[in-house]
C-alpha cells in the first residue's frame, strides 16, 4: 500500500526526509494525488505547480545526498495565499482584473519560506480582496467547507484552512488582522496561528 505522507505533519515530513525515510519526491507526489483526489470537490486551491514542485522535490532530495545544511522545513509542501507576491505567479487576490499582476519576486514571506526548504505547491483562495468570512469570488469560484458544503470554511484564508484540513500541504499561508487565519481554522478545524503584527513580514 503506498504511504499517505499528506497525512503528516509539517515536522513528522521534514524528519522524514532529513532522515531519508522518505523522499522529498515521494512526498511531494503524495500530495499532488491528494490535491487532484480532493481539490476539485471543494476548491481551496487556484492553482497547482506540479511540475515545478517535483523538480525543486528532486533538487531537495539532492541536498540530502551530499550532506548540505537543511533548514527546518527542507521538502515540506506548502501553500500560499493568492494575495501575496509569489515570483513569476500572478497575485490575483480574488480579483479577475489582477489576473495579470505577475510578482517579479518573492514576498519576504515567501523567501522565509524558501529559504526555510518548504516547497510551494499551489495557492489558496480567499475572497475578492481578502475583506469576507467566507471565501468566494467571481474569478477562481466558491471553496467548499471540506466536511460540510453547507457551512463556510471561513474567511479570508478558507482555502488555506480547507486545503490544510484535505491533507493538501503540510503548512497553508493565511494572514489575519480581524480574524482572517483564527475564523477559518475554528470553521475547518485546524491549527491557525495569528503571528504578532510585524513579526512576519
Not at 99 to 122: F, H, Q, Y
Not at 146 to 173: Q, Y
Amino acid at each position: 500500500m503506498k504511504q499517505e505522507y499528506w497525512r503528516l505533519s509539517a515536522v513528522e515530513l521534514a524528519q522524514a526526509i532529513r532522515s531519508r525515510q522518505a523522499s522529498a519526491r515521494e512526498v511531494m507526489q503524495s500530495v499532488l494525488d491528494r490535491i487532484a483526489e480532493t481539490n476539485p470537490r471543494i476548491n481551496a486551491l487556484t492553482a497547482v505547480f506540479p511540475e515545478e514542485a517535483l523538480a525543486a522535490a528532486d533538487a531537495a532530495d539532492a541536498a540530502v545526498e551530499r550532506g548540505d545544511a537543511l533548514g527546518p522545513l527542507h521538502g515540506v509542501p506548502v501553500t500560499i495565499k493568492v494575495n501575496v507576491d509569489v515570483a513569476g505567479q500572478a497575485t490575483t487576490d480574488g480579483v479577475a482584473a489582477l489576473k495579470d499582476n505577475i510578482a517579479r519576486e518573492d514576498s519576504p514571506l515567501v523567501k522565509s519560506m524558501r529559504d526555510a526548504g518548504a516547497i510551494i505547491v499551489g495557492r489558496n483562495n480567499a475572497p475578492a480582496f481578502s475583506l469576507r468570512w467566507f471565501t468566494d469570488n467571481e474569478f477562481h469560484g466558491r471553496t467548499l467547507n471540506p466536511f460540510d458544503a453547507g457551512v463556510t470554511p471561513g474567511g479570508s484564508s478558507g482555502g488555506a484552512a480547507a486545503a490544510t484540513a484535505m491533507g493538501m500541504g503540510a503548512i497553508a499561508h493565511g494572514n489575519d488582522y480581524g480574524g482572517s487565519i483564527r475564523y477559518p481554522a475554528w470553521a475547518c478545524g485546524v491549527v491557525g496561528l495569528r503571528t504578532s503584527v510585524g513579526r512576519v513580514p
